[in-house]
């Protein structure tokens, strides 16, 4: 398929929503592109080689990079892992999915309106291989024909993995066992299609999460890199900005979350929850930029995989994470619920070698929200009117929408697990152009509002300026107008 054709396709069924197709672009049938969409538990918009990581080498992911499209502004609805994969899966906010925190909802999760489905319909097979989280049943859930999944987050060495109809021990590392099964499925002969969705379980520690979402502090074993990868960046420093730490101007900007910082602190809450970081320690970043060697190079293994049997060409792949993590920003630790960048940004690369033209970088705002559509646009199938993201294909050929968005929401619904100092800390805030507004659920009057362009660091709330009345009272009104769409009530 060529760029011509991926466009048209893009354009049939009503995919893009409001854009009406395009004719005469398609210069011979349409053959539905391969779709392998690759998630990484909780890596940074920045933890990547060509994501401006300082020392990490991710030749392979950084190839994809080039191959294709980077957006630039690529953002989690719900910076947390069962909230943000239901987002990716579904389309919708987690306000209309119902996967609002990382409390096992195992029966919720089996009655998702997942894309999987609707590519089963339009003739694809499809698969599911590696962390699903949205609960801890690692049963099948609709939609898949191939499926192999964790119960509950797994573990990065010798991993329960449920296939064929029954959880079993497997012998390795998780990243290479995730991937040999994934690489088995693209690889097989077929006459069809093949939709692959590949959830590994780096960057995250080894942690038993309970049915309440809180962690078995007993089991937390920390990063775990590969044998081959361990001690390979030793010593390595992650340079930190200047608002790492929980310093006064967290105190003076931030008191939501300086307050739960300082209940964080209690002797109390650390025995029961164990003690924080203010700062995440050099040798956590090392071990994660360590686990995430194997995520790279397993996805050489994968793509050299697809060229090998020629299915390379006509392959989208799409490379995202499902939150971010703060690594002593704002005074937070290896966290990431809250609405700063280090946590809500993404990085979101997508190649199709027929239908993207390499090295395009996109600086449109791009959700995680938009994942379910572009798939099912680029499977040429319509998309349900029950998805509330966007396909991202016109911009990943270069075509910007008139109508596209230019604000878009975050939220999360705290609670008291997993860790009761995240109780208050419930949001929802809205990016609109050059600024994010944020409000506090459970305060009646705490809010925030940044410049990003003036203060990329978030370190001034600029909500009491005079001359920023006007902005606020928009970014109110917006906040409003997004929530009700995220509620599905508008």
Partial sequence: MNRREFLAGSLTAGALGGLAPLTGLRARPRTSPNLVIIVVDDLRHDEYGAGGHPYLETPHVDALAAAGATFTQAYHTTPLCSPNRACILTGQYASRHGIIDNTSRSYASHH??????????AGYETAHVGKWHMGNDPTPRPGYDYWAAFAGQGRSRDPEIYEDGRLRMVKGYATDLLTDRAIAFATRARSKPFMLFLAHK???????????????????????????????????????????????AVRDNKPVVAAALDARKDPAMQKGFGATEAITPDEEIQARAEMMLAVDENTGRL????RERALLDNTMIVFLSDNGSFFGEHGLGVERRLPYEESIRSPLIVMHPEGIQAGRRI???ALSIDIAPTVIAAAG?????????????????????????????????A???????????????????????????HESDAAELYDL??????????????????VVARAKAELARLTLEALGLA
């Fill in 303 to 306: 793509v050299d995989a697809l």
């Fill in 202 to 248: 780096a960057v995250h520690p080894d942690v038993v999460q309970k049915d309440d979402g809180s962690i078995d502090m007993a089991t937390d074993q920390g990063f775990i890199p590969a044998e081959r990868h361990r001690g390979r960046y030793a010593g390595k420093v992650f340079p930190r900005a200047r608002s790492v730490g929980f310093t006064q």
């Fill in 363 to 365: 600086g449109a705002f």
């Fill in 453 to 470: 362009e003036r203060d990329p660091l978030e370190e001034q709330n600029v909500i009491a300026l005079p001359e920023l009345a006007p």
């Fill in 415 to 441: 609670h008291e697990n997993p860790m009761p100092w995240i109780a208050g800390l419930g949001y929802r805030a809205v990016r609109m152009g050059r600024y994010k507004y944020i409000r506090w659920t």
């Fill in 112 to 121: 998702l309106a997942t894309f999987a489905p609707v590519l089963q319909r």
């Fill in 381 to 413: 199938a319509g998309v349900p009117a029950a998805v509330q993201g966007r396909s991202l294909l016109p911009l990943l050929v270069g075509r910007t929408p008139d109508d596209w968005r230019q604000s878009f929401l975050v939220e999360f619904q």
